[in-house]
């Protein structure tokens, strides 16, 4: 079967939720403003939503790979009631300079290393030439160019570009905000606008 589903590999951290330095309470999880209005966008231009997160706590014996997977069933089920669902939550426990040997190694899955989204298209079907990994770091757009598809940046105002390199980047698009993003990107696919059913 070719592979059809389009896929938005979501960064978590600083993208999905405001970064607070290893998160592992939910209690302290709390959305960045505007990112469920944008997922609901994306979510009706047909996308599929999967985290792809770099966790290099478990290595640094922060917190366990357990407290992780607990932690995600907590952010799952609080999406899921805001309408928004996560296929899968992948995340790379690893790090080359960790404190617990099981999880201490140079791996193929932390970003910018394109593991994580391999193994997601090869378990879920993704179409890469239809699919972006969208984050609040350069390495997460790189991670999408780096597995086949592309990168967005999404790097608020004032933020410095820290790679000049990436002015030329064609597959790696910045915007503001991820609500800059999708409504952009739904204004680039041409979708029927909902009040007058124009083509815009
Ligand atoms: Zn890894």
């Known amino acids: ?9 979501l960064d978590r951290d600083g993208t999905l939720n405001r970064n607070t330095q290893y998160l592992i309470d939910f209690e302290q999880f709390e ?15 047909g996308f ?9 706590g478990v ?12 932690l995600h069933l907590k952010i799952a ?4 009631a805001l309408g928004i669902h996560f296929e899968e939550f992948a995340f790379c426990p690893h790090h080359p300079q960790g404190k617990v040997p099981e999880f201490t190694q140079v791996c193929e899955c932390r ?12 378990k879920h079907g993704i179409d890469l030439s239809e699919s972006l990994m969208v984050g609040d770091m350069e390495h997460d757009a790189q991670t999408g160019i780096n597995a086949g598809c592309r990168g967005v940046w999404i790097r608020p105002t004032g933020v410095q570009r820290p790679n000049a390199l990436l002015d030329k980047a064609e597959n790696i698009k910045e915007f503001v905000s ?23």
Not at 1 to 9: Q, T
Not at 77 to 80: E, I, S
Not at 111 to 122: D, E, F, I, N, S
Not at 178 to 200: N, Q, Y
Request: net charge positive; hydrophobic share 50%; proline share 6%.
């Open 111 to 122: 970003k910018p290393k394109p593991g994580m989204l391999r193994y997601l298209v090869g």
């Open 48 to 56: 599929k939503f999967f985290i792809v997160s770099n966790q290099s």
């Open 59 to 70: 290595a640094r014996g922060l917190f366990t790979y357990a407290d992780v997977e607990r």
């Open 77 to 80: 089920a609080h999406m899921d």
């Open 1 to 9: 079967m070719e592979p059809s589903v389009k896929a938005i590999f």
């Open 178 to 200: 991820l609500l800059d993003f999708a409504e952009s990107l739904r204004d680039a696919m041409g979708i029927t606008h909902p009040v007058d059913g124009k083509i815009r």
């Open 31 to 45: 959305l960045i403003a505007g990112v469920v209005p944008a997922l609901h966008i994306l979510k009706n231009l």
